[in-house]
Structure formats: C-alpha cells, structure tokens
C-alpha cells in the first residue's frame, strides 16, 4: 500500500525556522519526484518545492516566495523527503502537503505567530 505520513509542523515564530518530513511506505522515494505543496486559508494550493527525477536526470525547483529559504532533501535510507523552511515569514503560514505520484500526504499545518 502506497502511503505519505507527514510529521514536524507546528507554530513557529518568524524568522525561525521548521523542518517537515515525510516518509514514504509500499515505494522507493528515491526513484520518483518529490514535491512539497502548501495551501492557505482562502487560496489554492500551491507548488513550494519540487525534487524532480527524470531519465535525462535530477533537478530542483522552488517557487519564487520561498528561494532561498525552503529547502527540499532526502534521505534514501530513511525513505523519508524533508521540506527545511527557514527565515519563515508570516505569509508561510498554510497546510503543508508532501506528494510522490499517485499518493498525497495527510498535510501538516504550519503557523507563523508571534
């Protein structure tokens, strides 16, 4: 059974930092493209970060609100992506889901409050 459990939300203050993880279950993470997407109270869901694996090879991708900040990673031993969100700003503040083809995580919320 292909399952995302998410974990390591919360509330964070800004300009700190958080890091969410995702461990993947019945597939290799390793072997398939990795994105982390968010959605906010009242807007659609978004693309933050992608680890994309293609035959021509890998690349990353982070949308412009959070270059320079958010950093996508794996741990193939662990089967397990990771989001590193850092300098977090109050706008980070969404649901945060991890996605692999086919499977969505459960969604973590992040709230940026001071």
């Known amino acids: 059974q292909v399952q995302l459990v998410q974990s390591g939300g919360g509330l964070v203050q800004p300009g700190g930092s958080l890091r969410l993880s995702c461990v993947a279950s019945?597939?290799?993470?390793?072997?398939?493209?990795a994105n982390w997407y968010r959605q906010a109270p009242g807007k659609e869901r978004e693309l933050v970060a992608s680890?994309?694996?293609?035959?021509?090879?890998?690349?990353?991708y982070y949308a412009g609100a959070v270059k320079g900040r958010f950093t996508i990673s794996r741990d193939n031993a662990k089967n397990t992506v990771y989001l590193q969100m850092n300098s977090v700003k109050f706008e980070d503040t969404a649901v945060y889901y991890c996605?692999?083809?086919?499977?969505w995580g459960q969604g973590t919320q992040v709230t940026v409050s001071s």
């Open positions: 996605w692999a083809p086919n499977s």
């Open positions: 019945g597939f290799q993470f390793s072997s398939t493209t």
């Open positions: 680890d994309r694996i293609a035959t021509t090879g890998s690349s990353t």
